[in-house]
């Protein structure tokens, strides 16, 4: 019989990850791009882009980026097969292809999305999914998460990414929808935001979100300034240099409010017996969990009901995948949802 490959995917906004059992792990942009026309496919020599790649080729191409404010986009025929594009692309990267060492018949593949994907979004992921794995699981981003730091029991997990930011309390069993919440106030709607303002303050300068992506990925703060926010971009042409600590403190801070509502909401909710070890056992994962001073501000607030303690995963490109993928090799035969046969 032929050995079966277990993988865990991260389904995420801005990126995706994957965690084989081969050992292999890749991460790639979630963008996919088809050339525009001739010219472009002449250029380009492919059909098409994923990743960074796409990214940095965006002038040539119809870019498509399938997941927004966690939800799969189920509209436009184009980012069906996007999402089924980069599916493949990751399977590929771990080995799996029709004619590759490995055949799509022996995968089984636990999927992280977002809670409110999960809702919404199953049978369609489900559809995504054939033909690309023979046996299927999926779960919410921060059970993978939970998962994977074995954080099973009396935890809250607050993953903070691109579309959403999403929370699961971790009662020692598969988490319920009880357990688990999403807004969609998350790295994109900062950015958004942060975009709005500078503009508003230098109408004069131009500005892409892609450019407030990055300063923000740099220098995303909350609370007090440490320093100065700098950045240069073109007004009329000319490079110049724009203060935007102001724009970056209030954009980065639109987080606050809606999270420590959410957070203090799903505590109160745990047994009382066991909420004071919640509080203590809050874990800060995904890209916009690295905002500087988070943390803390998140732990000010906890002080409102007797205190608690925030930690901040380390290295969080791989957890959710990695924690797909332990979930993948532990589930029994029962658990998995079979797509072919
Ligand atoms: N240092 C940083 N400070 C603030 N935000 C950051 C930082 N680094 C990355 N980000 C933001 O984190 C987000 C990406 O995080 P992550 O990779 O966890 O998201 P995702 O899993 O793709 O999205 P989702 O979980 O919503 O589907 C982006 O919005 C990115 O701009
Ligand atoms: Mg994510």
């Not at 002449?42 to 997941?67: Q, Y």
């Not at 000319?238 to 954009?251: G, R, S, W």
């Not at 607030?301 to 993928?325: C, H, T, W």
């Amino acid at each position: 019989m032929p050995e079966i490959l277990h993988v865990g995917i991260d389904l995420g906004t801005s990126r995706s990850s994957i965690s084989a059992s081969n050992g292999e792990r890749f991460v790639v942009d979630s963008y996919v791009g088809w050339p525009v026309d001739m010219v472009a496919r002449k250029v380009l020599k492919r059909g098409v882009l994923i990743g960074h790649e796409a990214v940095s080729n965006r002038t040539m191409l119809d870019l498509h980026r399938p997941l927004e404010r966690g939800l799969l986009k189920e509209g436009s025929e184009k980012d069906v097969e996007a999402v089924r594009e980069l599916l493949k692309h990751l399977l590929g990267l771990v080995g799996v292809s029709n004619g590759g060492s490995v055949s799509a018949s022996n995968v089984r593949a636990v999927v992280g999305v977002p809670a409110a994907a999960l809702r919404t979004n199953k049978q369609y992921l489900r559809n995504s999914m054939k033909g690309i794995v023979d046996s299927l699981l999926i779960v919410s981003e921060p059970f993978a998460v939970a998962y994977g730091l074995d954080a099973l029991l009396h935890t809250l997990i607050i993953d903070i990414g691109a579309g959403t930011t999403d929370f699961c309390v971790m009662r020692g069993r598969y988490p319920t929808e009880e357990d688990q919440r999403t807004l969609t106030v998350a790295g994109d709607s900062i950015d958004a935001q942060l975009l709005k303002l500078i503009e508003e303050r230098y109408p004069e300068a131009n500005v892409t979100v892609y450019m407030v992506r990055e300063w923000k990925e740099k220098f995303s703060f909350v609370g007090k300034a440490s320093q100065k926010v700098i950045v240069t971009a073109p007004v009329k042409g000319v490079p110049t240099q724009l203060d935007i600590t102001n724009e970056m403190k209030a954009a980065c801070e639109s987080l606050l409010p809606p999270v420590n509502e959410m957070m203090l909401d799903l505590l109160a909710r745990v047994e009382p017996e066991f909420q004071e070890r919640v509080r203590n056992n809050i874990i800060l994962s995904g890209g916009g969990g690295l905002t500087r001073g988070l943390p803390q501000a998140l732990e000010a607030a906890l002080n409102q009901v007797g205190g608690g303690k925030v930690r901040y995963m380390e290295d969080p490109v791989f957890i959710g995948s990695d924690g797909g993928l332990a979930l993948a090799i532990d589930a029994p035969d029962g658990d998995w949802e079979k797509l072919s046969g």
